[in-house]
């Protein structure tokens, strides 16, 4: 049986996959979880949403979730992910539900938690959460039941939060900003005019039916001509719930989350604040990363793919920077979880502070053409373990030595198999890839 938590929390089709009933069970579930560990008090916890219309019935789900099994509810309205994680530490509360599909399309919706400290649920933890949904339980009753109210100073707490960490001030600098009519929509901008910078803000109107559509960090094209129309020193991208950035440089070329940390990691080295001369990244990252930090003597460490890995990395080896490609970035002496708004403010701060343009900064790595081929399998399991496909891959290795890569990765969600080539140029990593591709396609 597949579990119900995966890489980033409960997520489906709204009203489908992803009911009232199962938010409000799951709801329910944690706070009983989190009372049995702790009895010395009633749990409280805060609970925020991006703007997608599903959000607004599965929050009354979850408040009433929470509520029914004892716990009280701080309800913070429309946040990015990572305020809602710091919210759980600033106010000192015992649980932060985020509900949210993050880049998803409108219809789906999900729910992410965070523990002590706004920290992400250990695996142990979900699977309790998971296994009490079913359970028999008594429910509280009269004062017991929990009570509602709204931290209504939430968003102003965490636009604090985000100055306090920005390092230099952005004064003279022009950026638009694409909040994907979601989460970042009302703190994105407010933040970044208050750190300094002349704020463009595009798609930036939720209606709860128009968030990712079109924009945002996966969608960058009106970004990169609104940066070039408006004569901006840069543009930034933010996801559905904003724990995303991407970046587009003056002429509106895309800087990924790979160059995003290859910029903050060389700015920090520079500034002792690299521990261990460290950078956190998946396997999914550009081979032009570790080529360019191994020039700067960064050590890259490998991760699973999925934002948690990279946590779990950083907090178990004292790291300061890892992220992912696709723009989760973690900066763990300021949040608990990928912030976009943050990493968007440090990388803005490098700019204002150096003087350098983006593009001059971003030029420290070369990404070498990556292509992502996505097969469709019956069984997962057959073809990683499979003696041909191996075959096959260690071939393709051997012609592109140290100027290439190939990864094959199983989906967590689907019955994909997702086969990664790098090279030193687009065809020869094409062929590649499409000859892997067809190997794994006839095994399974």
Not at 129 to 145: F, S
Not at 299 to 308: I, L, M
């Amino acid at each position: 049986m597949a579990r119900l938590f995966g890489t980033d929390g409960v997520r489906g089709l709204a009203n489908d996959e992803l009911t009232p009933e199962l938010a409000l069970a799951v709801s329910a579930s944690a706070a009983r979880v989190l009372a049995e560990h702790d009895r010395s008090h009633r749990p409280v916890a805060v609970v925020g949403r991006d703007p997608r219309a599903s959000g607004e019935m599965l929050e009354a789900a979850v408040v009433a979730g929470l509520t029914s099994a004892g716990a009280d509810v701080l309800r913070a309205g429309v946040l990015p992910t990572p305020a809602v994680a710091y919210l759980v530490g600033d106010l000192d509360v015992d649980l932060g539900v985020m509900i949210s599909a993050s880049h998803n399309p409108m219809a789906d919706n999900g729910i992410k938690l965070f523990g002590d400290g706004g920290h992400k649920l250990p695996d142990g933890i979900e699977d309790e959460i998971a296994d009490g949904l079913n359970a028999a339980t008594t429910r509280p009753t009269g004062a017991q039941v929990g009570r509602v109210s709204d931290a209504e100073d939430a968003l102003d707490r965490y636009v604090a939060h985000l100055l306090a960490a920005t390092p230099a001030p952005l004064t003279g600098l022009r950026v638009v900003v694409d909040c994907a009519n979601g989460a970042s929509s009302f703190a994105a901008p407010e933040a970044y005019r208050k750190a300094g910078a002349e704020v463009i803000a595009v798609n930036a109107d939720p209606d709860g039916v128009n968030i990712n559509d079109n924009c945002g960090s996966t969608h960058p094209e009106s970004l990169r001509a609104a940066v070039v129309e408006h004569g901006a020193d840069l543009g930034i991208a933010h996801d559905g719930d904003a724990d995303r950035c991407l970046a587009v440089d003056s002429d509106g070329e895309l800087v990924d989350g790979d160059q995003i940390m290859a910029v903050l990691a060389v700015g920090m080295a520079k500034a002792g604040e690299l521990a261990d001369t460290t950078l956190v990244a998946t396997v999914m990252s550009n081979l032009g990363l570790h080529l360019a930090m191994r020039e700067q003597g960064i050590t890259v460490r490998s991760t699973a793919v999925g934002d948690r890995y990279v946590l779990e990395e950083l907090r178990a080896g004292g790291y300061s920077l890892g992220g992912e490609q696709s723009g989760h970035v973690v900066l763990p002496g300021y949040a608990t979880t990928g912030d976009g708004l943050l990493t968007a403010l440090r990388l803005m701060s490098r700019v204002a502070e150096t003087g350098d343009p983006l593009r001059e900064l971003a030029g420290v790595m070369r990404r070498l053409p990556q292509v992502l081929v996505n097969v469709p399998v019956t069984d997962k399991t057959t073809v990683t373990g499979s003696p041909t496909v191996k075959e096959a891959v260690d071939s393709v290795e051997a012609e592109l030595g140290e100027t290439g890569r190939v990864l094959l990765r199983p989906s967590g969600t689907e019955q994909l198999v997702r086969v990664m080539v790098e090279a030193p140029d687009a065809e020869t990593a094409q062929v590649a890839a499409d000859r892997l591709a067809g190997v794994v396609s006839s095994v399974c």
